[in-house]
């Protein structure tokens, strides 16, 4: 027997800017928080794997199993891809990114460092921050 399928969800502009809302929320203290930087200094490129692989997961979760959505039902953005987890995963590292280097983040707590090593070191701030961002934006998403 055929399984009857609901139309593709539509995802709207105001689902996003409730993801950026909840990731904006969650991500302000870690982007300014020394020991944050310290932190991506000494992480190995398995940690920062991880520390995505983590991202990815809590997003995943928070978004289709703990909300109830199906991702099939779901438009996608390339390859099976919903649009709504890709949009959760740009908010949840961009919120970081953008709020790190609005407040000079970089600059403060990786002086003396050779641009190189602080874009990578940056990189890494970034994915820590992420686990948190990721938390309050696809909360946001799904509460409201």
Same mark, same amino acid.
């Given at each position: %027997?055929?399984?009857?399928?609901?139309? @593709?969800?539509?995802?709207?502009?105001?689902?996003?800017?409730?993801?950026?809302?909840?990731?904006?929320?969650?991500?302000?203290?870690?982007?300014?928080?020394?020991? $944050?930087? &310290?932190?991506?200094?000494? %992480?190995?490129?398995?940690? +920062?794997? +991880?520390?995505?692989? =983590?991202?990815?997961?809590?997003?995943?979760?928070?978004?289709? @199993?703990?909300?109830?959505? !199906?991702?099939?039902?779901?438009?996608? =953005?390339? &390859?099976? =891809?919903?649009?709504? #987890?890709?949009?959760?995963? *740009?908010?949840?590292?961009?919120?970081?990114?953008?709020?790190?280097?609005?407040?000079?983040?970089?600059?403060? #707590?990786?002086?003396?460092?050779?641009?190189?090593? =602080?874009?990578?070191?940056?990189?890494?701030?970034?994915? &820590?921050?992420? $686990?948190? +961002? *990721?938390?309050?934006?696809?909360?946001? !998403?799904? &509460? #409201?």
């Amino acid at each position: %027997m055929a399984r009857l399928r609901r139309p @593709k969800a539509n995802f709207r502009l105001a689902d996003s800017a409730q993801q950026v809302v909840g990731g904006f929320l969650l991500a302000g203290p870690f982007v300014v928080t020394e020991e $944050v930087w &310290v932190l991506a200094e000494d %992480m190995t490129l398995v940690q +920062s794997l +991880s520390t995505a692989a =983590i991202v990815f997961a809590i997003g995943y979760a928070a978004l289709y @199993k703990a909300a109830g959505r !199906d991702p099939d039902d779901e438009s996608d =953005i390339a &390859v099976g =891809i919903p649009t709504r #987890f890709a949009s959760l995963m *740009v908010v949840s590292y961009g919120s970081v990114l953008v709020l790190a280097l609005s407040f000079g983040a970089p600059g403060t #707590f990786l002086e003396g460092m050779p641009w190189p090593e =602080i874009a990578f070191v940056t990189a890494r701030a970034v994915g &820590v921050g992420a $686990v948190f +961002s *990721v938390v309050g934006a696809a909360t946001a !998403d799904s &509460v #409201f």
